[in-house]
């Protein structure tokens, strides 16, 4: 199973689960309280699945906020490490099929660099 996180949307995270040629989508509104791990176990928890049965993960990179897409990245890596599978960076705009092609491409032990759509707006 394949995992991809979207932490690109201001108002939402998404998170995707391309099971059974079939790409399911779970949404989640960004609050304090709503973080990328809760939401996971949540999502894991609905399709009855656990960490173990994911085989590759994804990030969406390029767009969104500075510290979201940081974040992001960072967990991806982390599960990537952990889970010893292999991680790779999806443009906004990606399919399925983009997707598991550049997974069966990628290498455990390769992690990812977060990118940024511009420079970063401190307030």
């Given at each position: 199973m394949f995992f991809i996180l979207d932490n690109t949307d201001e108002e939402k995270m998404t998170l995707y689960f391309s099971l059974n040629n079939k790409l399911i989508q779970h949404s989640y509104p960004t609050t304090k309280?709503?973080?990328?791990?809760?939401?996971?176990?949540?999502?894991?928890?609905?399709?009855?699945?656990?960490?173990k049965d994911l085989k590759y993960l994804g990030v969406v990179v390029g767009e969104g906020r500075f510290t979201a897409s940081r974040l992001a990245v960072t967990a991806i890596n982390t599960l990537a490490y952990s889970l010893?599978?292999?991680?790779?960076?999806?443009?906004?705009?990606?399919?399925?099929?983009?997707?598991?092609?550049?997974?069966?491409?990628?290498?455990v032990g390769k992690y990812l660099v977060p990118q940024y759509s511009g420079e970063a707006r401190v307030s």
């Amino acid at each position: 199973m394949f995992f991809i996180l979207d932490n690109t949307d201001e108002e939402k995270m998404t998170l995707y689960f391309s099971l059974n040629n079939k790409l399911i989508q779970h949404s989640y509104p960004t609050t304090k309280n709503q973080n990328i791990a809760v939401c996971l176990e949540k999502s894991l928890a609905k399709l009855k699945l656990g960490l173990k049965d994911l085989k590759y993960l994804g990030v969406v990179v390029g767009e969104g906020r500075f510290t979201a897409s940081r974040l992001a990245v960072t967990a991806i890596n982390t599960l990537a490490y952990s889970l010893k599978v292999p991680a790779v960076a999806l443009p906004k705009n990606f399919d399925q099929a983009l997707a598991i092609k550049l997974a069966k491409k990628a290498a455990v032990g390769k992690y990812l660099v977060p990118q940024y759509s511009g420079e970063a707006r401190v307030s």
